[in-house]
């Protein structure tokens, strides 16, 4: 686009004032350049005092060193890393690796697999803290329904979920695969409908089983949407604040928070508005590469998506 | 002249492997509907068992919440009743922040159709110079969490007169919506031809005009996609508007909420009937727009 354009710019003073054609290769003059201009008003205004002045603001806040050497030295930030990473790891992988299994689940052909479908979506639909709040009474150890139902299911007495370190952690993980699973695998299921037909219908004449066609035809077709996801994963995965704050809230004694919350944590909880950027911001090492390969990948797979 | 096609006739020996073919076609398709039955029955399960919490705990009456039974005793929708009557000292100022849910979702929707279509058109349509550097630009935000720019964004609120405002909620809400529905427009506007513009334009159309009569009533399917998409997310977001909104009159439903998890003596019944009264607008809405939204997640970006 911007080659075309300084094209274009270069053309200009030998074309006619009225050529249409240059007119809409960025040739825009007189009143409809002012036009596209003031429609951009709009949108600079907001990146310019809701995105560029907080990114420096930030930026600035989390400068001091001495507030690195204070953060690494706190063992909650240190356990906080460790989570994080755990739920990293855990969280996009399984949740990636189910929606694309549940999309092929849902490829079948049939009004129950539709009907299955309209279920599914649900905890997508429904927001987050009614969701989260309902599943943090649900594994309360003595009144909750998981542990009711395990009784009288199985006669055992389940633990107290949320007071264990790795069992809130698992419980957050599999909170957070509850609610967002849901939306991956409607992705991956408009992925694998882009497939055309006839590629499968040429493999089972070849003689390609169920298994082989997924290796073969389903995981190459869909290998960089898949990539793509799990970088967009990993990012919005990061940043979930939601999850962990209702589910466990942060708890038991601060060993299950996230960088996201333990941000929020440092900053109103403990009055150290600096520190809670400084955990947030401890995570652009991870975030920067991400966020580069991710802008390079999302271009190329929008249109192919 | 016509042309016949005549099967050859089958050997005689091939009759017996396609036999089997076929019979292990058949076991496949047994085997496939008995997956098929299990994996739904975990699907049911693994879905319903938090919703099922939540409606079960919102039907006990008074004093059955400790309670260690699968289904409440004594059924009531007495919770419910005590939500929409605001009969609780927690709910006294419900309808009114049920309204401002409402208020901040309705702003966020129309500001991010508005700004991201004017957006789309400049670059897209009008194709003004450089103007890939506001697309890079969108795109730089879109993946930036909006969690990690809570703090800041909480302080240069304080700085724009804008706390405690609903307004500082509906700008970090714009902030963070717009690039999304910038990048679903400019997908979507690819697929109508330039050349309607062109010629709207030679019958003597002002841009403004294009944008009105033109633009914006081919666009339809992409903005119902993202009004959804923003309505959701407005309905969704919880944290900032837990740290701009902290009086009892402006704050919203879930910040409302959210304070009594926190308490001693929070009555769980009545929590949880709010928080179903709160998820069925998205949920009807969602339904009602499932598959446009599924198509704007086909078109372009994809969010969370």
Known sequence: MSSSATLAE???????????????????????????VAFLVPYVVVFLAFVVYPVLYGLWMGSRPGLYVELFSDPIYQMTVANTVIFLVFGVNLKLFLALMLSGFFMRPGCWTK?????????????????????????????????????????????????SRWLALGSAICSHL???????????????????????DAAKVDGATGLHSFAHITFPLLGNLYLVLT???????????????????????????????????????????????????????????????LMRKLKNTQVQL | MSITITRPPMPAQTLRPTQRLRRAARRRRVFGHIGAGIVSAIILLWTFTPIYNMIMVALEPKGDVFTT???????????????????????EFFWHQFGNSVYIATMVTLLVLLIGSLTSFSIGRMRIRNGWLITNAALLTYVIPASFLAI??????????????????????????TPYAIFIFQEYGRSIPLELDESARIDGASPVQIY?????????????????????????????????????????????????????????????????????????????????????????????
Do not use: C
């Not at chain 1, 249409?20 to 960025?26: D, F, I, M, N, Q």
């Not at chain 1, 509850?178 to 590629?199: C, D, H, N, Y």
């Open chain 1, 10 to 36: 270069i053309g200009r003073p030998l074309v006619q004032r009225r050529s249409l054609w240059h007119y809409w290769r960025g040739g825009l003059r007189g009143s409809e350049f002012t036009w596209a």
């Open chain 1, 115 to 163: 009907l299955m479908l309209l279920v599914y979506v649900l905890p997508w639909a429904i927001p987050s803290l009614p969701a989260f709040i309902s599943i943090h009474w649900m594994l309360n150890g003595d009144w909750g329904l998981l542990n009711n139902a395990l009784y009288e299911v199985f006669g055992i007495d389940g633990p107290s979920w949320l007071n």
């Open chain 1, 178 to 200: 509850w609610k967002w699973t849901p939306f991956w695998t409607v992705i991956l299921l408009a992925g694998r409908m882009s497939i055309p037909q006839e590629i499968y």
């Open chain 1, 231 to 293: 970088l967009l994963a990993t990012i919005f995965l990061l940043g979930d604040f939601n999850t962990v704050f209702f589910v466990t809230g942060g708890g038991p004694a601060n060993t299950t928070h996230l960088l996201a919350t333990l941000g929020i944590r440092d900053a109103y909880d403990m009055g150290h508005p600096e520190l809670g950027v400084a955990a947030v911001m401890s995570a652009l090492p991870l975030m920067i590469p991400v966020v580069v390969v």
């Open chain 2, 69 to 91: 039974t699968l289904f409440p005793a004594r059924p009531s929708v007495e919770s419910f009743w005590i939500v929409l009557s605001q009969g609780f000292w927690y709910l």
């Open chain 2, 152 to 177: 800041p964004f909480y302080l240069i609120m304080q700085h724009y007169g804008l706390n405690n405002n609903p307004w500082s909620v509906i700008s970090a809400l714009v902030t963070f919506a």
């Open chain 2, 212 to 304: 009105l009569k033109v633009y914006l009533p081919l666009m339809a399917p992409a903005l119902v996609a993202v009004g959804t998409y923003a309505m959701l997310l407005a309905w969704n977001e919880y944290l900032y508007q837990f740290l701009l909104l902290s009086s009892k009159q402006s704050m919203t439903v879930p910040v409302a909420l959210a304070q009594f998890t926190n308490s001693d003596v929070a009555p769980w019944n009545y929590m949880m009937a709010t928080a179903i009264i709160y998820a069925l607008p998205p949920i009807a809405t969602y339904y009602m727009f499932r598959r446009k939204m599924t198509a704007g997640l086909t078109i372009g970006g994809i969010k969370g």
